[in-house]
């Protein structure tokens, strides 16, 4: 019959039915235990030579000297030297007893009490009680004629058997055992329960972090500050899309002038960052909901938005002089679209928190606080949908991009985005048709462009990147400025090849013309720049025949300016200052430009055709 307890080491071992593997396994120790076990009687003998009555003599005789006499005293009472012999002898073969697995001496009829187990060698094929009795009485056997492997192959076994932790080595196993293992049962101390379970914790947890929408996985290193500024939102320009965001009842409406939109309250909502689109636009708030509104044709919103085309009318709304219907018919926009609407956070790990939102010409992308960046919709090419990965061509959900960790800022142009991470390397991906990621790109390997990518901008670091509908920008830790992709209207700022109809900067080039200012924010539109340096002097270069510059052009010296075949103004090739501005922010539109002063007032100018 199988022994009925395994157990291992000096602690309390737990009962188990042991396998055919370990009575295998276990056969080395019998023989082991056979081979020492006249030694260790000897030695017990010797022991129990000493508990002789007075008077008596102990034989000389070594074939007599280990043997008991049941009824009669044998020997007489040890001198010191012999006493002093024998305890020597008694602890040499303790010394030479290894802790080997235990076995629970009890009974079929006992029950599954644990509590009462000894530590002895494990006897194969021994289960009832007088056999672990005679394994007990053999506890002192001497273990080292059994080899290495053997003891590891059935430590092993038993760890299996038990589930529990083994030696692993024979060092660990030569550990001796102490004076009290083989003789008294080892107890093992009971332990409360706890209160709450451990899935009933996770379940709470769980439930927490779905209430709070906030939950921060201390395992994640946060990298980046959270806009908590809560916003006013206006909005102006074409909104026949639903671009504006004022919903279904602003059928087909341009607004001349900025209007509130009464949906994005910042009471009620909170957006704390907005950005726009080629035909979209999106939003943070600051209980953590991205939102976005617009065309979804190629999955820009990253949201369902079907629609049966029912038309939505505003019976009460009277337009105003500042709207202007556009639509004859009057066919309704989409509700879906034209409302602001959050993307699901069923697409992100419980705990994401967003830090910036950028929308390019098709596509959305969203930073999160601890690096990392998720995106949806596609890229477009000259030839049409480009694909948003290798792999996809249209990202209808919100997906994370692979690649890319400790992200600092993200910044968009019409089909082109940059990353710069916290160590001042830049990242580019989309179409580099024009030169825009900074690389030189083959026909063939324009699928590979849709892979996030680094940029060498050789040992200089970068702090801040920005984009304009196919040029990019990078401001170094030195306030200089670097640029790369289209220049057919110099819109880069540099001036080799500017003007010319395939004009690009394939790599990323230091703008020498401007090594003289120490460049805090920059932006691009789609053929001019500007930027702020740090006194708050306004910049601009670029296109500059649809009044782009805001700088009249008759005061801008010849020299710096590049005129067309019928003398008109075409570009400014070299960065010139607008004068009366001191300005803190620039962003610019197609072909028109926005900036912020020092006192917070907000300047607009360039082609206004659609307000």
Known sequence: MAPKGVGVGSGPALATRASTRVRTATKPFEQAVAAV??????????????????????????????????????????????????????????????????????????????????????????????????????????????????????????????????????????????????????????????????????????????????????????????????????????????????????????????????????????????????????????DNQLLAWGVNDLGALGRDTAWDGAKVVDADRTYGEDDQESSADGSGLNPREATPTAVSPEHFPDGTQFTQVVASDSATFALTDDGLVYGWGTFRGDDGVLGFSETVRLQLRPALIAGLKKIKSLACGTNHVLAVNDKGKVFAWGSSQQGQLGRRVVGRSMAKCLVPREISFGRNKIARVACGAWHSFAIDTGKRLWAFGLNTYGQTGIATGAGEASATIDQPTLVSGLRDFRLMDVDGGAHHSLAVDDEGRCLVWGRCDSAQSGIDLATIPEDHLVFDTRGRQRFIKKATEIPGLKVVHVAAGTDNSFAITTDGVAYSWGFSGNY
């Open 37 to 286: 076990k006249p030694r260790a009687k000897k030695a017990k003998g010797v022991a129990k030579g000493r508990k002789g009555k007075a008077g008596e003599t102990a034989p000389t005789d070594k074939k007599v000297r280990g043997k008991t006499v049941a009824g009669r005293v044998t020997k007489p009472p040890p001198t010191d030297a012999k006493a002093k012999k024998a305890r020597q002898a008694k602890k040499a073969v303790t010394k030479r007893t290894k802790i080997v697995p235990a076995v629970e001496a009890e009974s079929e009829g006992e029950g599954s009490d644990l509590t009462s187990l000894v530590a002895s060698p494990v006897p194969a094929r021994q289960g009832t009680k007088r056999k672990a009795a005679e394994a007990e009485s053999d506890s002192g056997s001497d273990l080292s004629d059994m080899g290495t492997p053997e003891l590891e192959q059935l430590t092993r076994a038993v760890k299996r058997v038990r589930g529990g932790p083994a030696p692993t080595s024979t060092k660990a196993a030569k550990k001796p055992a102490s004076k009290t293992a083989a003789t008294k049962p080892v107890r093992k101390t009971a332990v409360a329960k706890p209160t709450v379970t451990i899935a009933q914790a996770k379940a709470m947890a769980k439930e927490a972090a779905k209430s709070a929408r906030a939950v921060v996985d201390p395992r994640r290193a946060i990298i980046n500050d959270k806009p908590t500024t809560r916003l006013t939102v206006w909005v102006f320009g074409e909104g026949s899309a639903g671009e504006l965001g004022l919903g279904p009842q602003a059928d087909g409406i341009d607004v001349k002038r900025p209007r509130l939109n009464a949906l994005l309250s910042p009471a009620e909502v909170g957006v704390v960052q907005v950005a726009a689109g080629g035909m979209h636009a999106a939003a943070l708030t600051d």
